[in-house]
């Protein structure tokens, strides 16, 4: 998911009152009469919290520090980069990338990698992309016992050097249809403060934010317990043929049933043969079946220059339009 949660660029404050007893409650947050709505904040019981914002959502855990303030941690990835694969007997030889939120940053692909001070590793996308489609699949040519992932960590002492993270996974089950996903640590994953007053919680300004008790039944409760509940580390990811997604483990879903042969769950009950070999409109969207991909725990990280090849994976560029 991406996230773009401007207000948390949030400090601490010369402000002092009365404090309320406990800062547990939902609390929504409009930014400067902010057009997508402003965000929800969720502080419960058990420490933990949920942001709900336009696109996305984030958790973590709320601990009161001295002053009457409140830290708030973020939950993020534990690893750069994580890989899930399964085996399609479709691609021979050969194996294919579909990739998760590349584009965030400068990222870089290779694959059976050399073991040398210096890998060769191929950019993702160009410089600057801009104007995507949906999804980005690569095919390579090629069977992989190991794929490496790379972003830009830091700049070097030596001049046009720069220090990449490099995570290498070894495929040891010789999968060859991968899912493979980016995570950028970003400013607003890092911890920040509220502080209680008697009115409710105050952020980066002198105006506070009433305090509303919890939902304690219906779908607004359900919504937020998902959110808090969800697998952030999951074993299983599913797509589709089409790369849509249901975003749950479907393995646990009693109308669906495995099927060998395909290497896929299908719904028992609408399912038909061969529908995932005919693309139509709402193909995307239809879970009838979908591929179950394994997670690769078995990699490595090294820190180390790398040889850049410059021609893109993917080159994703705005046309030019013409008067």
């Not at 646990?252 to 409109?281: F, H, M, P, V």
Request: positive net charge.
């Amino acid at each position: 998911m991406k996230y773009s949660l401007s207000f948390f660029l949030l400090c601490g404050w010369l402000f002092s009152s009365a404090q309320i007893k406990s800062p547990v409650g939902s609390y929504h947050v409009n930014r400067n009469h902010d057009p997508q709505g402003g965000s929800n904040f969720f502080l419960l019981a058990n420490n933990k919290y949920v942001v709900v914002f336009f696109g996305g959502a984030q958790t973590g855990v709320w601990k009161m520090e001295k002053d009457s303030l409140i830290k708030f941690t973020p939950e993020v990835n534990d690893q750069a980069f994580k890989l899930y694969g399964r085996k399609n007997e479709d691609l021979g030889d050969s194996l294919k990338v579909f990739f998760n939120n590349f584009e965030e940053r400068q990222t870089f692909i290779s694959v059976n990698p050399a073991s040398h001070q210096k890998t060769s590793m191929r950019r993702v996308y160009n410089k600057d992309p801009n104007c995507f489609t949906f999804p980005y699949v690569y095919k390579f040519k090629t069977a992989g016992d190991s794929l490496s992932f790379s972003h830009q960590l830091a700049e070097r002492v030596q001049k046009d050097s720069l220090l990449h993270q490099i995570f290498t996974f070894k495929n040891k089950d010789k999968y060859n249809d991968f899912v493979a996903y980016y995570f950028p640590l970003k400013y607003h994953d890092r911890p920040y403060f509220a502080k209680m007053s008697k009115q409710g919680l105050i952020f980066n300004d002198d105006n506070y934010v009433k305090r509303q008790d919890l939902p304690t039944a219906g779908e607004d409760l359900k919504f937020i317990q998902g959110i808090v509940d969800a697998d952030k580390k999951p074993q299983l990811v599913f797509y589709n043929p089409y790369y849509g997604s249901p975003e749950k483990d479907l393995s646990k879903d009693r109308n669906y049933s495995y099927n060998e042969k395909k290497g896929a769950y299908i719904n028992i009950l609408n399912y038909k043969e061969g529908q995932e070999n005919k693309e139509e409109e709402d193909s995307f969207n239809n879970m009838n079946l979908v591929y179950p991909f394994k997670l690769i725990a078995d990699f490595s990280i090294a820190e180390k220059t790398i040889i850049v090849v410059e021609k893109p994976l993917f080159n994703v560029t705005c046309r030019s339009v013409e008067n």
